[in-house]
């Protein structure tokens, strides 16, 4: 009876981390041609973080954080959003959206591997036929002549690893660290300290700072939609999917989101989708689905706070 009153938000949860999600990709790519992409993120998740502690003490959460754990949240936030999120966004000034949903989608892969590399995991056999799918669908993706011609691909693409590994590392690390209880309250954490961070490392970078009454309209717009939707709406209904349903139908999202990307990139930008980019998708989520047979919910762990 529970599950049958809550189905209307369970859909809308579901919709919330297929599209929205997939959609971001989108909307940073847009902001990303007018804002400095570390300045671009760092008011998304400063905004976010502020919007969260509001609604959290209007929701009577207590925001009392240990020092511990006010530690772990600064870490995770670095991890996931000051360096994972930023250099993402920086990468997009010289890849395509699309091509850069594909590439994040081995997120997987890099986690499995990681876990062999650090704590000495053994890979199982369906997990190492997913990496070797992994391996052949990231080749078949970098390998085209129209993304390797674009100025400084490599370089978006080298960021784009580099944001996965951070991503990995933090997916391992939030295993055993002590955060607030309560998802809410520790997510507004990450992001507010995580866009502090991103506003030091803006003005290190020194980034041209402008005044937001100067941007253009469709960068309002974008920045809105990743505030609100991008970053609150779909983060909280990523966790409470994770509360009703089970972990491996909530990770189904990372198959849609690259799909969706693709589609909106190609209706809204013009950015091309090839007969190999399309097979290098297939070959590549066919890996990532073997992967996660086996490691259900390994990356969604860090929300579950």
Known sequence: MENKKQLPLIIGAFFAIYVIWGSTYLLNKIAVAELPPFLLAGIRFLTAGTLIFLIAALM???????????????????????????????????VDSNFAA????????????????????????????????????????????????????????????????????????VQGAEFPSNYFVN??????????????????FGETWSNPLSWQPITHWSMLLLVLFGSIVAFTSFNFLLKHVSPEKVSTNTYVNPIVAMIL?????????????????????????????????LLLSRFRK
Do not use: H
């Not at 240990?66 to 990468?91: D, M, P």
């Not at 978006?156 to 996965?164: D, Q, T």
């Not at 997510?187 to 290190?204: D, E, K, N, R, W």
């Open 265 to 297: 990139g190609a209706y809204f930008l013009n950015e091309p989708i090839t007969t190999q980019s399309i097979i290098a998708a297939c070959i590549l989520l066919t890996g990532v689905y073997f992967i996660n047979t086996t490691k259900k919910g």
């Open 60 to 94: 009577g959460k207590s925001l009392r954080i240990t020092r511990k754990q006010l530690g772990n949240t600064i870490l995770a936030g670095f991890l996931f959003l000051s360096f994972g999120n930023g250099v993402v966004v920086w990468a997009l000034k010289y």
């Open 187 to 204: 997510t507004g954490y990450q992001m507010f300290t995580g866009g502090i961070m991103l506003g030091v490392i803006s003005l290190a």
């Open 102 to 173: 594909l590439e994040i989608s081995a997120q997987p892969l890099i986690v499995l591997l990681m876990m062999w590399l650090l704590q000495g995991k053994r890979i199982q056999p369906m997990s190492m036929v997913g990496v070797i799918l992994g391996v052949i669908g990231i080749y078949l993706l970098i390998n085209q002549d129209i993304v390797i011609e674009q100025e400084n691909a490599w370089l978006g693409i080298l960021l784009i690893f580099l944001a996965m590994i951070a991503w990995a590392y933090g997916s391992l690390f």
